[in-house]
């Protein structure tokens, strides 16, 4: 899943998952217990790709661990996926105060704000991921995007090029630094 910008990556990463889902049931909320980090959207993708079943499958993990934060994670995802972003951000605050080692949480409860235009609070928490995982491209680019999407093309360049040093076989580096490029008019 470190390569899930890759396709292939992806798919091989749900196969697998649905496979340990198909052996034991649970494999879900152990999976994500044991691995800090582990992609809570593959749990919903592993049962369906349709937001029902995705719904569907958040609460089935919350039943199945009702104390842990994968659940919350998961249901925070659906509602910032279908813009329901007060709701994300009931599920995704949970999902921090159930374990705030999780950058994914911080990722995506910066969309929830963002959504809501809280601007400052979502640069914060995707400073937070990036601090919890330094070394890891994909943390700087959700930080560059943000910085993208709000006009800050200097610091979403810095990022970009973060991302470009720490996975130069990777082109989600270089075409988001070439798009910051043609937003700055570097790039004729």
Known sequence: MQDYDRE???ENAVAAFQRSLDVDPRFCAGACRSRPG???QVCAGAFSRSLEAANAAC???AQLDPSGADAEICLGMLFNATGRYDAAAQHLE?????DSTRDESYRELAIAYDGQKRLGD???LLKKAVALRPHYWAAHKWLG???EAHGRYDQ???QFKRVVEMAPDSIDGYSN???VYVEQGKIR
Not at 94 to 98: E, G, I
């Open 145 to 147: 995007r943000f910085y």
């Open 59 to 61: 609460r089935h993990s």
């Open 156 to 158: 979403a360049a810095e």
């Open 8 to 10: 292939d990556s992806l």
């Open 177 to 179: 630094l070439g798009a």
């Open 38 to 40: 582990f992609p809570a």
């Open 94 to 98: 949970r999902a921090l105060k159930l």
């Open 122 to 124: 979502a640069e914060s």
